[in-house]
């Protein structure tokens, strides 16, 4: 009896040791991260389904989706703390490098939270920088979008759609690549027009706003040294004369030998409370963005990318007397100065703006926001309304003459009011509410109004935004850190199908980091799309994987938590 | 000194008592945000600059430094009447109470649209339930109480914009006040309340476009909490309507609509009176998803804003002022119980 006992454990316990060594090892796992808050819109849950599925669908990996809300997201990914995760870039200036710098250079890489890092890659991306030469520039932006083919730190997955919806009467609407010009619109038989949005401000200090609304109402309410065309990203004279190049002058090099970039201002500009702007105000407004340095602002790109340093050398040569010239010494050449200028972040302000931190907008129910653009902001309820009424004194009102606009602004007020969301933005042009909705509809929403448009006598306008979005890989962090298993994944991810199936068709596949159609000589090669095809590639994206050695299952437990220290 | 039992005393005690449960809310909220991943300067930046800046900035604004130094600096200029500046990207650098200051306003415009609306609809329907017991209202009365209850709030938003605005064209959809202050300009601000401000600005057009806003979002926000007032109304009634005087009142003869509303109404609202100046609070809380689904912008929309960009100094601000509301509501209700009740003073 006892015997039998023994025997009947022995063969429970050989049995049940047979059913768990022998089991069919456990696909590994990896995990896919995505922003939860709508950060970039309510889409992204979907856009997380469907690249699961698609490397998924090579059978070698199961992927977990995990989200965060945006500010977490934030940190986390410049901590280190995400593999594998979605995100979107805005550019800052209007340059192809904006597209490389930023991703490719070990310190741009490292903000994003790829930490890629290649010696060979910084040289290029610094010498593409450094030149205004087209020829050298597409040589190196063509060696470096190979290379991001082939060392795969980012996937570019997709361009966001831009678009607008109004009353079918307003004319001069364009979808301009980096500013949107209400200065330019009419609406006949109407001195205004209300407009809808969803976009927040931060503030309309140029030495602290970098976001994508506060430098639209900083552009209808400043001018800067350059402005762009009405319809595309050409650069023209604004405050300053002519656009700086080798061929005029305005490009050249000091006794030092560094690269100088010479703006001469129009003379007698003013600011619409009657102060003065010349060489010494730009002067001035640069070197405060600088010494300020404000948190979240965009001095880094006069610091950093436009090589200014933190004691910029700034000539004025012509001051005291008409002071209409102002020559820039930078540390370093650099090919896009000219774009930089036309930035939000290098708008001069008044003289008597905050010089020990940023201008408040309102205080005490008075408007503070001083500048010398078409507009002026005259009533804004924080974050809630925002007016923008007509310069009568604007120094520039044939700016685009040439363009068949006589005169600008064409229209007396601009009020913008904001909307939490999508679905109220919609409602309030559904409903008449206001004249325009800019920012941001969902592609749902979109879709609705683009099929009701005739009956509610409005228009949609639909174009290709500057906006890319794009998975990254912490290439420091197991499994990304084999380029096999990146690669396996480009092979794998479907475009298409995220482009038909979560935006329906309000997106573009986008097939290398360098958006096409954008920058006047355009640098964008499809490289994704030549080695990795239109299509997913499950066989090849297979393959890889099985080479990569993840069968071993050493990832099926990874952790997915994250240490957070308290501070 | 108050002799104890006074209503005096009472009232002093309460008011002792809600200082240390400002402070104790406070110094968990300040400790929660800090184990929270994420901070105010990462989410403004990470992406853009480098990690270098960010610990930069960090260290400039103080946030580097270990809760137990930070905290210390943090109370000591709320004690001094300083709540900060704001750290979030839609008020950088502003004043904390300035920003709160622009937006209770609204908050308390909704809340008192909303508590007009709950108080209406659950008192009507509650007494209709109570004094048709097991009738065919009442069963109505109680399915809506029941369901209305549970209705989340931002789906009947919606469904009430698609009627009222997108359908009839009775209401506008959203926002505060029309979108075009060129046709419509915004009453004068004086209180912050634009109802408050039409009026004492003389002006009824103003008044009216404001009521036009406000109606469907105080009816979505009333219609969910009616519904606990319409059962508890109805309840309090059923209960005092078997009471042994309301028995002698029909026993002489006294007609019953004249019963219902005379002596069991009257004395099934002083429970009522109390559960009301509670809903008032939870009416606050409800008003941030209200508050999102019509464009209102008022705290709750802030509270929201500022925990996507983890505003520190923004939400303690606004948590805060919230409790006080609270804190200060529960206050006069204490103190009207125990003007009502003497017995609750001892």
Redesign the interface.
């Known amino acids: 009896m006892i015997l039998a006992i023994v025997v009947i454990v022995i063969l429970a316990i050989g049995v049940g040791a047979a059913v768990v060594l022998l089991r069919p090892a456990a696909t590994p796992s990896i995990t896919l991260w995505y922003n939860s808050?709508g950060h970039y819109g309510d889409t992204e849950p979907a856009v997380a389904q469907l690249i699961k599925a698609q490397i998924e669908a090579t059978g070698k990996v199961t992927v977990n989706l995990q989200s965060?809300?945006?500010?977490?997201?934030?940190?986390?990914?410049?901590?280190g703390n995400l593999p594998m995760f979605l995100?979107g870039w805005y550019p800052?200036y209007f340059d192809t490098d904006d597209y490389i710098s930023?991703f490719y250079s070990t310190?741009g890489a490292?903000?994003?939270?790829s930490f890629y890092s290649n010696a060979t890659v910084d040289k290029w991306v610094t010498n593409e920088s450094t030149t205004v030469d087209t020829t050298i520039r597409n040589s190196y932006f063509q060696k470096l979008q190979n290379q991001s083919a082939t060392d795969v730190p980012y996937i570019p997955l997709w361009m966001t759609n831009a678009h607008v919806v109004y009353d079918s009467d307003i004319s001069g609407v364009f979808l301009h690549p980096v500013v949107f010009k209400y200065f330019i619109m009419n609406k006949p038989g109407f001195?205004?027009i209300?407009v809808?949005t969803t976009d927040?401000?931060?503030?309309f200090d140029p030495a602290?706003a970098?976001?994508y609304f506060s430098g639209e109402i900083i552009n209808q309410v400043f001018d800067t040294l350059l402005v762009y065309s009405p319809t595309n990203g050409t650069l023209l004279p604004g405050l300053a004369t002519q656009v700086p190049s080798v061929t005029n002058g305005g490009i050249g090099t000091d006794a030092n030998g560094n690269q100088t970039y010479t703006f001469d201002l129009r003379p007698g500009l003013k600011f619409t409370d009657g102060s003065s702007l010349n060489a010494t105000t730009v002067k001035n407004a640069i070197q405060r963005v600088i010494r300020l340095n404000?948190?979240?602002s965009a001095e880094?790109l006069l610091e950093q990318v436009a090589e200014l340093g933190r004691t910029p050398t700034i000539d004025t040569p012509n001051c005291p007397g008409p002071c209409t010239r102002i020559v820039f010494h930078l540390n370093k050449p650099v090919g896009l100065f000219n774009e930089i200028m036309s930035f939000s972040v290098a708008a001069p302000v008044p003289w008597w703006y905050n010089q020990t931190?940023?201008q408040?907008d309102v205080v005490n129910?008075v408007v503070k926001v001083t500048g010398e653009g078409p507009y002026q902001l005259t009533?804004p309820?924080?974050?809630?309304?925002y007016?923008l009424t007509k310069n009568s004194g604007y120094y520039n009102p044939g700016l685009y003459a040439s363009f068949g606009i006589p005169t600008i602004p064409i229209l007396n007020?601009i009020?913008i009011?904001?909307?939490?969301?999508s679905?109220?933005l919609k409602?309030?042009i559904?409903?008449h509410?206001?004249n325009m909705a800019y920012r941001t509809l969902n592609p749902t929403d979109l879709s609705s109004l683009q099929g009701s448009a005739a009956s509610l006598n409005l228009r949609v306008d639909i174009g290709t935004s500057p906006q890319i979005r794009f998975l990254v890989f912490n290439i420091k962090t197991a499994p990304f850190n084999d380029p096999n298993v990146r690669r396996a994944i480009a092979y794998a991810v479907d475009r298409n199908s995220i482009v038909t199936n979560v935006f329906h068709g309000f997106a573009v596949t986008l097939y290398s980091m360098v958006p096409p159609g954008f920058f006047g000589p355009d640098y964008s090669k499809p490289v994704f799309q030549t080695i990795y095809g239109s299509s997913p590639d499950i066989a090849k994206a297979t393959s890889l994987l099985s080479n990569a050695k993840l069968a071993i299952g050493f990832y099926l437990f990874q952790a997915n938590e994250?240490e957070?220290p308290?501070? | 000194m108050p002799k104890q039992g006074s209503l005096l005393a009472y009232t002093v005690s309460r008011l002792i008592l809600a200082l240390p449960t400002l402070l104790i809310l406070l110094t968990v909220l300040f400790l929660v945000l800090?184990?929270?991943?994420?901070?105010?300067?990462?989410?403004?930046?990470?992406?853009?600059?480098?990690?270098r800046?960010?610990a930069a900035?960090k260290a400039?604004?103080g946030?580097?430094?270990?809760?137990w130094i930070q905290y210390p600096v943090y109370l000591g200029q709320v004690l001094s009447g300083n709540f900060g500046v704001s750290?979030g990207?839609?008020?950088?650098?502003?004043p904390v109470l300035s920003?709160i200051a622009?937006k209770l306003p609204a908050t308390i415009e909704l809340a008192i649209g909303g508590m007009i609306v709950a108080t209406i609809m659950g008192v009507g329907t509650g007494v209709l339930g109570g004094a048709n017991r097991d009738k065919l209202p009442d069963v109505i009365v109680r399915l809506y109480g029941g369901i209305i209850w549970v209705i989340p709030v931002f789906w009947l938003g919606?469904m009430l914009?698609l009627v009222f605005?997108?359908g009839l064209?009775w209401f506008?959809?959203?926002?505060?006040y029309a979108?075009?202050?060129?046709i419509y300009p915004?009453p004068t601000?004086i209180t912050g309340l634009y109802t408050l401000d039409s009026l004492l600005e003389g002006s009824l057009d103003k008044f009216a476009i404001s009521i036009d806003h406000l109606f469907l979002p105080s009816l979505t926000l009333g219609l969910v909490i009616s519904g606990f007032f319409t059962r508890t109304v109805r309840a309090n009634l059923l209960r005092t309507i078997n009471s042994d005087y309301v028995e002698a009142a029909r026993a002489r003869g006294v007609p019953e609509r004249f019963i219902v509303l005379r002596y069991a109404f009257r004395n099934a609202l002083i429970p009522i009176v109390t559960i009301l100046g509670l809903q008032f609070a939870i009416l606050f809380a409800g008003a941030v998803l209200t508050?999102?689904?019509?464009?209102w912008?008022g705290m709750g929309?802030l509270l929201l804003?500022s925990?996507?960009?983890?505003d520190y100094a923004m939400i303690q601000g606004t948590v805060i002022v919230y409790a006080f509301i609270i804190v200060t509501i529960s206050v006069i209700i204490d103190v009207v119980n125990g003007l009502i009740d003497p017995r609750v003073r001892y």
């Open positions: 808050t965060e809300d945006w500010a977490t997201y934030r940190a986390d990914l410049a901590k995100l800052d930023p310190s490292q903000s994003q939270g001195d205004h209300t809808g927040s401000p931060t503030s602290l970098y976001d404000l948190a979240g880094f931190g940023a408040q129910s009533e309820t924080l974050n809630q309304q007016v007020k009020i009011n904001r909307y939490s969301d679905s109220s409602l309030a559904q409903t509410q206001v994250i957070r308290w501070t | 800090r184990i929270l991943p994420g901070d105010p300067v990462s989410a403004l930046e990470a992406g853009h600059r480098s990690t800046d960010i900035d400039r604004l946030l580097d430094q270990p809760w750290l990207s839609l008020y950088i650098g502003q920003v622009q919606l914009q605005a997108v064209h506008p959809p959203n926002l505060r979108a075009d202050p060129v915004s601000h508050e999102k689904t019509f464009s912008d929309t804003n925990i996507d960009s983890r």
